[in-house]
């Protein structure tokens, strides 16, 4: 940066061209100046040569200038000026009295401040006075319309008709009894003293009146053949208030309507009860008797007994058969007797206790409601029902003391719990109690006729039931036909206690059959009597459902082992010889030294006896199969099967004569595997 010296622009500062300075000090020039090089202007005047002093003089005459022209300006407008001055002057005055005008504005608006203030705190009280008049208003109003008695109202409690009109003023006195009794302010007031009197005649008569309009309907219950379902929903419930009037303002009077009530529907129950089941008693078909056992003679039972149905009418003793269409009508009407009996109609006893108890379920549940919603009381019930429990208890109890159906008994207890279902769908529990001591009669009786059944299988003699006969036996096809009844009622219950017995009971029978088998002289009828019973029973039990359980298992299993103790004894029927040489020696080595080696001499009569023989004795096997077993296909398969047998003792009997020395003699008596085969073929084509 070029320095720049100030003195060549201000030149020599001499004191004496100043003379007039004097008092001037220029303390502080020095600073000021080196402070004015960085200022532009100054920069600026320095940079064209020009000096201070000279400058400040054209400075200033530009100055003196310009203040002279400005005071022509001044001049020039001095009669503006004036006006202005003047207008400013009336504006000062204008607003001076504004202001005095707006203060009193200011003055005279707090005054009416305060007023309102005071008129707001009036508003404010009078807005509480106000309302505490219309409060107090309405309380008197609603005091007066609560404890006045409008004649109106006494006319009608006195000498109105119970009706709609009626009772919705009982619901007003109602309102009114209870109002002067409720406040005890109410009770101290002079109104009441006027107006109780009144009111408690009113009550009085009320009570009085309603009380034999209640009693007249409820008689009209006990009139023969009314439906008593209608009249309580169609009459009775429209006056339901009446009730609860009663409950509440005549409690004394309410327990007479109430039992009322009671004594009536327990004796019109009671006995449209016991007249339908006198009528169902009529329509009863006695199943079994205490004779009807499984392991009782046939011959030895009484078919001409008077209380007996004919044995055509009584397939049902060990069979459940079209009987288990019971369980799915459950939700059918009940039976109505004149109708059935009209057409000679005869039921198991089972029709005729799903139709008293679907009759029983309906009645108490549309009885249940009715007193939960009339009287308010669900406890009436069990009073009520009193009666009909008992009539239904004395039937039922004799009727189960003298049931051996034990069939019958079972689809009884499946039938009291599908109506213990369709009650707790209702959700109705009046007949829980009921239904449950229904159950708890029928298992102990179910047992005692099961029990029955086993001792009379324990307890049977042999010679008596025995007959000189293959076929299946007839306890046996009693025993097949109830066990797979009851296997058929457990399906979809899977009772423990059940499934128990029935092995009890294939215990029992499986000891009585054998017992039976060894009245054959001969082992060989001995199988053939045990196989035809099994797979009797097997096929019986199949009929009842594809998964027969542990006691199909059992028999299909002893079925078995009879069949092989079978195809044994006929083959040793008809070769024996090969048969006990094959188990005896074929095993031995024939190419063996020792003495007891198998010689040709010994194997030869083995194979020309069967050479001579095999086609007419597999014959006559097919017949003896064929005459044995009551089952065509059980007896085929047994066939096929000592068919098999046979083949294979034969086979063995070939390879042994094969290893004989000088067995090769005997090839031409040998008969031919192949042909053994297709022999065996053509009795497996008629299977």
């Known amino acids: 940066m070029k320095v720049l010296d100030l003195g060549a622009f201000v030149g020599d500062l001499s004191m004496e061209d100043d003379g007039a300075s004097d008092d001037v000090s220029l303390e502080g020039l020095q600073q000021e100046l080196e402070e004015c090089v960085n200022d532009d202007v100054v920069a600026n005047i320095l940079s064209k040569g020009i000096k201070l002093r000279d400058y400040t003089k054209t400075v200033e005459k530009n100055l003196r200038e310009g203040e002279l022209d400005s005071i022509q300006d001044y001049i020039k407008e001095s009669d503006n000026l004036v006006s202005l001055h003047d207008q400013i002057r009336d504006c000062d005055t204008i607003l001076s009295q504004m202001e005095s005008l707006l203060s009193g504005f200011q003055a005279e608006i707090g005054s009416i401040s305060s007023d309102i203030k005071v008129l707001q705190e009036k508003s404010m009280d009078m807005g509480l006075k106000l309302k505490n008049r219309k409060l107090a208003e309405s309380k008197l109003a609603k005091f007066v319309e609560d404890i006045i008695v409008p004649p109106r109202m006494v006319d009608i409690i ?149 209380r007996r149905e004919p044995l055509k009418n009584r397939s049902s003793v060990f069979s459940l058969g079209d009987r288990i269409h019971i369980l799915k009508e459950i939700d059918q009407p009940a039976l109505i007797p004149h109708i059935a009996e009209a057409s000679s109609q005869r039921y198991p006893y089972e029709v005729l206790f799903r139709s008293l108890h679907k009759l029983l379920m309906d009645t108490a549940s549309s009885e249940y409601l009715f007193c939960d919603e009339f009287f308010g009381e669900e406890s009436l019930f069990s009073d009520i029902f009193a009666g009909p429990f008992a009539v239904i208890d004395e039937h039922f109890n004799a009727i189960l003391s003298n049931s051996f159906d034990a069939i019958g008994l079972m689809l009884m207890i499946r039938l009291t719990h599908q109506h213990q279902l369709i009650m707790s769908r209702r959700r109705i529990p009046c007949l829980d109690s009921y239904l449950d001591k229904v159950n708890i009669a029928l298992w102990p009786r179910f047992k005692m006729v099961f029990d029955m059944h086993i001792n009379s299988l324990r307890n049977a003699n042999v010679k008596t039931l025995w007959e000189d006969d293959v076929r299946p036996h007839y306890v046996m096809r009693r025993y097949a036909e109830f066990t797979a009844s009851l296997i058929h009622l457990n399906v979809d219950y899977g009772d423990g206690q059940l499934e128990m017995n029935l092995e009890r009971l294939r215990m029992a029978v499986d000891d009585l059959i054998m017992k039976l088998s060894t009245q054959f002289l001969k082992s060989k009828l001995q199988s053939v009597f045990l196989i035809n019973n099994y797979d009797m029973t097997i096929a019986v039990l199949k009929e009842a459902g594809p998964d ?42 024939p190419s063996s030294s020792s003495e007891k080696a198998i010689s040709v001499n010994e194997v030869e009569p083995l194979v020309k006896d069967f050479a001579s023989r095999w086609k007419d004795t597999i014959e006559l096997m097919h017949k003896d199969v064929i005459t044995s077993f009551s089952n065509f296909l059980c007896g085929m398969e047994i066939l096929r099967t000592s068919l098999t047998q046979l083949l294979l003792y034969y086979t063995r009997l070939s390879e042994c004569v094969k290893k004989v020395q000088g067995g090769s003699a005997l090839n031409k008596d040998l008969v031919s595997i192949q042909l053994i085969i297709h022999e065996i073929r053509k009795f497996s084509r008629t299977f």
């Open 158 to 306: 006195v000498d109105g008709e119970v009706n709609e009109e009626y009772m919705r003023t009982l619901e007003i006195l109602s309102k009114k009894l209870k109002f002067v009794t409720a406040d005890s302010t109410v009770k101290t007031s002079m109104a009441l003293k006027d107006v109780q009197p009144e009111l408690e005649r009113l009550r009085q008569k009320a009570v009085s009146k309603v009380f034999d309009f209640m009693v007249q309907k409820l008689y009209a219950l006990r009139k023969p053949k009314t439906n008593i379902q209608i009249l309580q929903q169609s009459v009775l419930l429209k006056y339901k208030y009446v009730i609860a009037f009663l409950k509440e303002h005549g409690k004394e009077v309410y327990t007479e309507a109430r039992a009322a009530y009671l004594d009536t529907m327990n004796k019109v129950l009671s006995a449209h009860f016991r007249a339908y089941i006198q009528a169902l008693e009529k329509l009863q078909l006695d199943i079994a008797t205490s004779n009807d056992l499984i392991g009782v003679e046939a011959r030895g039972t009484s078919l001409f007994s008077t």
């Open 548 to 589: 027969g359980g542990k006691i199909q298992i059992h028999f299909e299993e002893v079925l078995k082992s009879q069949t092989t103790i079978y195809v044994e004894e006929l083959l040793l029927e008809h070769f024996s010889d090969l048969i006990k040489f094959v188990k005896t020696r074929a095993s031995e080595d």
